[in-house]
């Protein structure tokens, strides 16, 4: 599998005139397969003060790999 490029991604996104929420989902999702949780729940953020509105799909992107790293991070505590 290749590594996610998402500083590429980003980039792209950027470039994006008129943002969608595909597009808007394809990056949270982008920093969330990179382990970048923190990113993808601020740019999550960004996107809901552009009055766009969430979907599943946003949703399962940042909460379901945000409880991944907790649990992860939770299992490395002992």
Same mark, same amino acid.
């Given at each position: =599998?290749?590594? +996610?490029?998402? $500083?590429? &991604? @980003?980039?792209?996104?950027? /470039?994006?005139?008129?943002?969608? +929420?595909?597009?808007?989902?394809?990056m949270? !999702?982008?920093?969330? !397969?990179?382990?970048?949780?923190?990113?993808? *729940?601020? $740019?999550? /953020? @960004? =996107?809901?003060? /552009? &009055? *766009? &509105?969430?979907? &599943?799909?946003?949703?399962?992107?940042?909460? @379901?790999?945000?409880?991944?790293? $907790? +649990?992860?991070?939770?299992?490395? +505590?002992a």
């Amino acid at each position: =599998m290749q590594p +996610i490029n998402y $500083l590429l &991604e @980003h980039k792209v996104f950027q /470039r994006i005139l008129e943002k969608d +929420i595909i597009s808007w989902n394809t990056m949270v !999702a982008s920093y969330a !397969a990179a382990n970048k949780f923190d990113e993808a *729940f601020e $740019l999550f /953020r @960004h =996107m809901l003060t /552009r &009055e *766009f &509105e969430s979907d &599943e799909y946003t949703f399962s992107s940042v909460f @379901h790999d945000n409880a991944i790293c $907790l +649990i992860y991070e939770g299992n490395n +505590i002992a």
